[in-house]
């Protein structure tokens, strides 16, 4: 019997106009991902792969087509709606952090949180249970300039499975991590994906990371040019 | 109170710059502060009253007014003449000679800090009549009951004076300290004074009372002496200030007076003391029109650029930090408000801790800001100037950030993103 589906996507289309000239991004694109899938999209730079990511993430919308996400088709949402939407719905993990220097590891953590009707003391549960499923429960005062790259993007990690999002978009994770640190980080992929269920979608360009995940579609000039399921023991 | 912790932080990030802005924030609400006190204060003493109104009756062709003496009895009841004419009782007039001399007499060898200028007049209507000094009982009683005990050791004290404190600073006197007065105005009257007190801080710590009698007895004695009136003889009375209840009884009382065939050589006229500071102040119109609405708006202004600049520079600083938010689930508006509650935290702030700072400095440190106009020798800041801070900061603060916050709230995420990539 075959797994729900987390996200769907139908001859998807997007382009950009720059200086009056019209760049085609993805062209007529479809996909599945099912639910607690760990899913990796390869591809030379331009292929379209971070702009795929981008709007299953809904970080942006399609220039034609439709996107499903966890139920909710997410293509003709507004903005506002869409930021709403990402809260409960999208966990996403950047290559670079991007924490909040001025901000502890915690309260990085907890930031998602403030738009979410919790009081202070459930925030701060959920966001030391965060910080404990990525090991980093001895650091969450830190501020981020006092932590590795790995232990920043395990806080990165941690913000974005806070609000308990169905899927993870990961923009290369590992691209700013010495081998032994993004190795640690893919298993921690792996285990958000098999112990908490969470489908994963990751766009990377390290054929070792993308051996990780479940299954690795390869992008080119916006159109899916190859894939194939990997099985994991 | 999470949110408002995030945008305590962000305004702490880049500390320098922070307090370069609210440094200038201040700077420009003091000015401005320091503005509208002036502005304020004269607003208000040309604001015409309905009650408790005091009128001024000065000479009508001539300034500075010098009626005869003679006016000062019947002028101070209201220049009754037909039965049912409206009397002024006697503790709400009086009348104001003015003495000027210096402790030096050659000439030429004096120095006008050691000259003073005396109201001359009766003692208990300087408690009575006097503005500022007429609510004292009421502002500050217990200083009312020490200047009520000076009062009546000047009404033991026939030349007794009651001197401002700076002024009494100025002439290096003390409480006690007797000297001679040679007289600039009066010629020949020269006048021999004994420190009785001082007059509670304020507008008048440069102003210098003394008893009318005495002056009239100087008056007298130049007459026996010189076997001849002396020139100012019937041109000794400066003022005269009465006290009346409402409007229609200042329509009366000045009707009753200026067509009075008694008061006609000098005539005399009757006006409001609004109306009189009115028109002294109407030399000065083109200079308050400035500053209300050259100067002032031209300082709002330029804290609004100033801001503006300011929170430019974070926000395009911080455009990524702003995509990261938004991709966490902020909307457009929370980014919007983080911008604009930081500018007007800050605005706020720096706008109530400068207008604080000016009104403690200014009223409790400098005693008042020293503007002479008008017989008005201080400015106080009124304690009004402690919202108008807190609005001149906030509404500079929102103006200057609503531009930044606009350009913050439209950062499009993957345009962001797709520079970084």
């Known amino acids: 019997m075959s797994k729900a589906l987390s996200v769907e996507v139908r001859d998807v289309h997007k382009f950009f106009t720059r200086g009056g000239e019209r760049l085609d991004v993805l062209n007529g694109l479809s996909l599945d991902v099912p639910q607690q899938e760990f899913l990796a999209l390869m591809g030379p730079s331009g292929s379209g792969k971070t702009t795929l990511l981008n709007l299953i993430a809904g970080l942006d919308t399609p220039s034609s087509g439709e996107i499903q996400v966890a139920g909710a088709v997410i293509s003709q949402m507004s903005e506002a709606a869409l930021a709403t939407w990402r809260t409960r719905n999208i966990g996403f993990v950047f290559q670079f952090y991007h924490l909040l220097p001025v901000l502890s590891a915690l309260e990085n953590v907890e930031l998602p949180l403030l738009l979410l009707p919790l009081s202070a003391k459930q925030r701060r549960e959920q966001a030391l249970n965060a910080l404990d499923i990525v090991g980093l429960a001895d650091r969450v005062h830190h501020r981020p300039g006092q932590l590795s790259g790995g232990q920043q993007q395990r806080v990165g990690i941690a913000r974005a499975i806070v609000t308990d999002p169905a899927i993870i978009v990961a923009d290369e994770p590992t691209g700013d991590l010495d081998a032994k640190s993004a190795e640690a980080i893919l298993e921690?992929?792996?285990?958000?994906?098999?112990?908490?269920?969470?489908?994963?979608?990751?766009?990377?360009?390290?054929?070792?990371?993308?051996?990780?995940?479940?299954?690795?579609?390869?992008?080119?000039?916006?159109?899916?040019?190859?894939?194939g399921m990997l099985e994991h023991a | 109170m999470k949110y408002l912790s995030l945008i305590f932080r962000n305004i702490s990030r880049n500390r320098v710059r922070s307090i370069l802005t609210a440094l200038g924030t201040m700077v420009l609400v003091l000015v401005v502060t320091l503005v509208w006190s002036v502005l304020d204060f004269?607003?208000?003493?040309?604001?015409?009253?309905?009650?408790?109104?005091?009128?001024?009756?000065?000479?009508?062709w001539q300034f500075p007014s010098q009626m005869p003496f003679s006016y000062a009895g019947p002028l101070s009841e209201g220049g009754p003449r037909e039965k049912g004419d409206y009397r002024v009782k006697p503790d709400d007039s009086m009348t104001w000679q003015f003495y000027g001399g210096s402790l030096v007499q050659d000439p030429k060898q004096r120095n006008p800090l050691e000259n003073l200028f005396?109201?001359?007049?009766?003692?208990?209507k300087i408690m009575t009549m006097m503005d500022d000094l007429d609510d004292l009982p009421?502002?500050?009683?217990?200083?009312?009951?020490?200047?009520?005990?000076?009062?009546?050791?000047?009404?033991?004290t026939k030349n007794g004076l009651i001197v401002g404190k700076d002024r009494l600073k100025l002439l290096n006197k003390t409480v006690g300290d007797k000297f001679k007065i040679y007289s600039i105005n009066y010629k020949g009257i020269d006048l021999d004074f004994e420190v009785v007190g001082v007059v509670p801080p304020g507008?008048?710590?440069?102003?210098?009372?003394?008893?009318?009698?005495?002056?009239?007895?100087?008056?007298?004695?130049?007459?026996?002496?010189?076997?001849?009136?002396?020139?100012?003889?019937?041109?000794?009375?400066?003022?005269?200030?009465?006290?009346?209840?409402?409007?229609?009884?200042?329509?009366?009382?000045a009707k009753q007076i200026t067509t009075n065939p008694a008061f006609s050589s000098p005539a005399v006229k009757v006006e409001t003391s609004?109306?009189?500071?009115?028109a002294f102040l109407d030399a000065y119109r083109d200079l308050f029109w400035g500053m209300r609405y050259?100067?002032?708006?031209?300082?709002?202004?330029?804290?609004?650029?100033?801001?503006?600049?300011?929170?430019?520079?974070?926000?395009?600083?911080?455009?990524?930090?702003?995509?990261?938010l938004k991709v966490l689930g902020f909307r457009p508006g929370h980014i919007l408000w983080m911008v604009l509650g930081e500018a007007l935290l800050l605005g706020l702030s720096a706008g109530l801790l400068s207008a604080g700072a000016t009104w403690y400095f200014v009223n409790k440190v400098m005693i008042g800001i020293k503007f002479p106009i008008a017989f008005f020798p201080a400015f106080f800041i009124p304690i009004d100037a402690l919202w108008w801070g807190v609005m001149v900061g906030g509404v500079a603060a929102l103006a200057g950030s609503l531009l930044p916050a606009w350009s913050a709230r439209t950062v499009k995420v993957s345009d962001v993103f797709a520079k970084i990539a």
């Open chain 2, 42 to 60: 004269l607003q208000k003493a040309t604001s015409e009253k309905n009650a408790n109104i005091k009128a001024i009756v000065t000479e009508k």
């Open chain 2, 294 to 324: 050259l100067l002032a708006p031209a300082i709002w202004v330029t804290l609004s650029l100033v801001i503006s600049n300011a929170i430019s520079i974070s926000v395009r600083e911080r455009r990524l930090e702003f995509a990261v």
């Open chain 1, 188 to 227: 921690l992929l792996v285990q958000l994906k098999s112990s908490l269920g969470k489908s994963i979608v990751m766009v990377t360009h390290d054929p070792r990371a993308a051996q990780r995940a479940d299954r690795t579609l390869h992008l080119d000039k916006g159109r899916l040019v190859e894939s």
């Open chain 2, 138 to 156: 009421k502002r500050d009683p217990k200083a009312a009951e020490e200047f009520k005990k000076v009062i009546e050791k000047m009404e033991q």
């Open chain 2, 274 to 278: 609004s109306s009189g500071i009115g």
């Open chain 2, 118 to 124: 005396a109201f001359a007049m009766e003692p208990r």
């Open chain 2, 203 to 253: 507008r008048y710590d440069g102003s210098v009372f003394m008893r009318r009698d005495y002056l009239l007895d100087g008056l007298d004695q130049y007459e026996r002496n010189n076997k001849k009136k002396h020139p100012l003889a019937e041109k000794t009375l400066g003022l005269v200030w009465l006290r009346v209840p409402d409007q229609p009884t200042f329509q009366k009382v």
